[in-house]
Structures are given as C-alpha cells and as structure tokens.
C-alpha cells in the first residue's frame, strides 16, 4: 500500500472552475503536509504548507486537512492556463528527516 | 536572495563515464537530499544530509555516492552511469525536518 495517494490525473478543468486536488495518506503520525507545483521539466516548488485541520488560504489556493479522514486537498480557484502543471502532496512524519510523497496530479486548464 | 543552486544545469556524460552534480545553498539548512526524477515519476530519494550524518536509502544502487564537505555543499557523484540513470537530480533543502523542503533547479543528466 502506497503511503501517500494520489489521482495521478490527468484531471481538465475550464478556465475560471476550481480545481480540486486530492491526497490520501496512511501514516496517522503525520504531521505536516504541502502542496508543490511542477512544471514539465522543471523542479517542485512550494504552493501551501499545512500542519493543522481546516482549510488555510493564499490568495487562490485552499488548502484543506482532515487528520481523521487523513485526507489532504489543494483548491485553486479561478484557475488560469498558467495552473496547468503537475501538483505533489507530500507528507511528513513526526520523527522522520524526510518527507513522502504522493505520484503527482497532472492538471491541466483548458481556456 | 537565498536559495538552492545546483550545477551543471544540464550533464552529458558517457555510458560508464564517472560524473559529479553539484548543489549548494545559501539558506543554511541543516539538511540536504538528493531525488532522482526520471518522466513522469515522482521525486525518488536517494540520499540525505543531516549536518555531517550520511543517511541511505534503503534501495539506492550502490552505484550513487554523495559527500558533503562543509553546510553549504554537497556532491552527487555516480560512478559508473547507466543508460538507466539518465534522469533529472533534484537537490533540496530543509532547516527543521520533516518540514518544508526547498528545491534547486535540477540538473538533466543524460547518458549516450
């Protein structure tokens, strides 16, 4: 069983929709959570960091923690053209130097 | 502005040709990895710092070594380069794991 799940996509969505991104995970000693955008070719960078449940908010992007579903998700509202890449979920472990993460989301905005 | 840079951008080495990728940082984090990325697969682990503290992982080909002289370098060198191993390294940082990691650009190795 993977540690850390997610819809390897790809996943369309018109230009202007929110796009919903989902991540599973199997360690409940998990701890910290984030968002990567990555765009081909090109390395991960960080969208959202997130430690607590809820939603926390930057400016288009949600991101979304429930602990007791261990269920992690990425919103992007208004979604442009520029959004399409492929997003990582990765997680940390209390007590571990590293983090996992999930096999990525290809997204793609069609204008 | 602090950041993770990694050189060369792009490698070409030989197939059996010994080659060394290059990452440094000015954010002063107390760890360093190093992915492999082949096409459409997530970031795999091969390596990490935590200061001086080498750690392996467990299915790394023994054909990867690193070193890290000092805080703000470290060495990807793999010493007989396969077809297989064409990939893009990603090197990263973190200050206080399992928290955030920082990325280089990566450097696109290619083996003829």
């Known amino acids: 069983q993977k540690e850390v799940e997610q819809n390897s996509g790809p996943l369309s969505v018109p230009e202007g929709a929110i796009a919903s991104l989902n991540c599973t995970y199997s360690d409940r000693g998990s701890q910290s959570f984030f968002w990567y955008r990555q765009y081909s070719g090109k390395s991960p960078e960080l969208i959202m960091s997130?430690?607590?449940?809820g939603d926390k908010e930057d400016g288009r992007f949600t991101a979304q923690l429930n602990k007791a579903s261990q269920y992690v998700s990425l919103l992007i509202r208004d979604s442009q053209p520029s959004d399409s890449a492929t997003y990582l979920c990765a997680v940390g472990v209390q007590g571990a130097q590293k983090l996992v993460f999930g096999q990525g989301t290809r997204l793609t905005i069609n204008p | 502005d602090a950041m993770v840079i990694q050189n060369p951008r792009y490698q070409v080495t030989q197939f059996g040709k010994p080659v060394t990728l290059s990452c440094s940082q000015t954010l002063n984090h107390n760890v360093m990895y190093w992915y492999q990325q082949k096409s459409s697969q997530a970031p795999k682990l091969l390596f990490h710092?935590?200061?001086?503290?080498?750690?392996n992982e467990a299915d790394t080909p023994d054909n990867f070594q690193s070193r890290r002289p000092n805080t703000s370098f470290c060495f990807l060198d793999i010493r007989s380069p396969g077809l297989g191993d064409a990939a893009m390294y990603l090197c990263?940082?973190?200050?206080?794991?399992?928290?955030?990691?920082?990325f280089g650009p990566g450097t696109r190795l290619t083996v003829l």
């Open positions: 997130i430690y607590s449940n």
């Open positions: 990263a940082t973190s200050r206080d794991p399992p928290d955030t990691q920082y």
């Open positions: 710092y935590y200061d001086k503290d080498f750690n």
